[in-house]
């Protein structure tokens, strides 16, 4: 019997952090740029992307994430 395993991973791997203005909450406060990627997987094995990467910036302070293209002008 032979089992194939594949499926989608995704994953986010920290790029910077700056102490910014959360957009959310309105505190200056440290903030953490990610880089998520979504893979294609085979027998656990990440091979090849499936989605664009997404940048995404996540407040130190009330933890709220959104997506950002560009990192805003550092404030
Ligand atoms: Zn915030």
């Known amino acids: 019997?032979?089992?194939l395993l594949?499926?989608?991973r995704t994953r986010d791997?920290?790029?910077d952090t700056r102490v910014m203005t959360c957009e959310i909450c309105g505190w200056?406060?440290?903030s953490a740029?990610?880089?998520r990627?979504?893979?294609f997987t085979l027998f656990f094995v990440p091979l090849f992307p499936v989605a664009p990467?997404?940048?995404l910036l996540r407040c130190g302070h009330c933890m709220?994430?959104?997506t950002v293209q560009d990192l805003p002008a550092y404030v």
Request: net charge positive.
């Open 28 to 30: 200056t406060a440290p």
């Open 53 to 55: 990467k997404k940048f």
């Open 6 to 8: 594949f499926g989608i």
């Open 33 to 35: 740029r990610f880089a």
């Open 1 to 3: 019997m032979f089992f």
């Open 37 to 39: 990627t979504t893979k």
């Open 64 to 66: 709220g994430l959104r």
């Open 13 to 15: 791997h920290l790029v």
